[in-house]
Each structure stands twice: as C-alpha cells, then as structure tokens.
C-alpha cells in the first residue's frame, strides 16, 4: 500500500534546516521574535515561504514558535550545541527520522548511500505517489537530508580526490565515541579483547563487547587504511 507524501516537501531539507538553527543559536541564542528572522530564513517577513520554512524547521522537531517566538528545541541545541561530535551526529539522525519518509529511506538504506536516482524516482511514485511536477523537489529534498544524516567521516573518505592522508587529517580534527576513548586505558585488559589473528604471529586486539558505533570507527580507520595502500 502506497504511503502517500503531501504535494511538495517541507521547504528547508535537513541540511538547511540545520544551518539556520546554528545561525540563529549564535546570532539570538534559544529564542527570538520571528520578525527577525528575514536575513536567517532568505526571503521577507509576508512571504509565503517565511512561513513555510518555520513549519519546516518544527517538522525537524528544531524550533517551536508561540506568540511570535522562535524557540530552538532541546534536540536543535545537541545539534548545535553537542556534548560532542558524536551526541551531534545522533541528534541529527532523530532529527531527520521526524519525517515518516526520510525515516524509512534512512532504514532501507543504511550509511545513507541512496540508489540511483531513477531507481529512487520510481521509488518515489510507486510507494509514495509523487507526481511528475514536484518529483524534482523530492528528490532533492530526499537526497539533501539524507546526506546530512551521515557522519563527518563517512563524507570525508568519500571525498573525491581525497587522499588517505588528508582524509586521516580531517578525521583527527574530530573526535572517537567517548567509549572509545575509554577503551584505550583498559587495553592491557586482555582477557575482554578480541584476539584477530594476521600473518606470521601478528594480531589485532578489540574489545569483546564493541558497540555498533564504535564497530564503524574502527571500520572508517581500516578503509582509510586501505586507500593509502591503494595510493602507494
């Protein structure tokens, strides 16, 4: 059963609906009156789109709006406020889970790797009855905020053009999960790590019980590995 989509998108994807909550955290903080909203939202106070983009921004679950005052949600200041890069990253992906549609593209398509878009246009008409007119306007506003969802990493390795030492370098200006971190000082623990035989008598020590989070920062260091083998 198809699971039918209004006309056209929220007018702000992800990404831009990020961006403006940052800009209006550091330029007001929590809150402000929306009458000074027309330079952070790009279009003026009576226009049809001023309103449209803060239905967007409460659609993301980042702003309420009462009695003329924009207020950033908790869940807007984990984003542009985070603990760290981490808890930033996960408060983007509930974010963008609260839309139905991006929810169930970022569960179809783990890693936020999308199908080709004639393949995701068709996916688009068939399940959720987008007509030919605003197709366009799904389609990037689908891509646009799945993109958003994946992690600093993920988008740094696949950079094109990107080396393997750039790419190490950009990953270092960020930070592991804080499990991670921890780990480090318990390594002697042996009897808890994970022994992955190599060649001769070399191995790799992991922890036993690694989260998936951590599973993938560790996975992000082996691809990177990988390509500056490929580089030599």
């Not at 270092?172 to 318990?186: A, D, I, M, N, W």
């Not at 022994?195 to 951590?214: M, Q, S, V």
Request: hydrophobic share 40%; net charge neutral.
């Amino acid at each position: 059963m198809a699971k039918k989509v209004d006309k056209w998108p929220p007018q702000l994807a992800a990404d831009k609906a990020f961006d403006i909550a940052d800009k209006i955290y550091r330029s007001f903080g929590k809150s402000v009156n929306v009458d000074l909203l027309p330079d952070i939202l790009d279009c003026r106070r009576r226009s049809s789109y001023f309103a449209k983009r803060l239905l967007a921004m409460q659609a993301f679950r980042l702003a309420t709006v009462g009695n003329g005052v924009l207020t950033l949600t908790p869940l807007a200041l984990r984003i542009v406020a985070p603990v760290s890069e981490e808890e930033g990253h996960e408060a983007k992906i509930e974010s963008i889970k609260s839309i139905p549609l991006l929810k169930e593209m970022l569960e179809r398509y783990p890693g936020g790797h999308l199908p080709d878009e004639p393949l995701l246009r068709n996916l688009l008409s068939r399940e959720h009855e987008v007509s030919d007119k605003p197709m366009g306007a799904w389609l990037k506003f689908v891509k646009d905020s799945v993109e958003a969802s994946r992690s600093r990493i993920a988008r740094i390795i696949e950079t094109p053009g990107i080396t393997a030492e750039q790419a190490i370098d950009e990953v270092l200006k960020g930070e592991p999960p804080q499990s991670v971190v921890h780990r480090r000082t318990v390594v002697g623990d042996v009897e808890n790590m994970l022994k992955i035989p190599l060649a001769g008598e070399r191995y790799i020590l992991i922890p036993r019980d690694l989260t998936e989070k951590e599973a993938s920062y560790f996975a992000t260091w082996f691809e990177m590995w990988k390509k500056l083998h490929e580089e030599q």
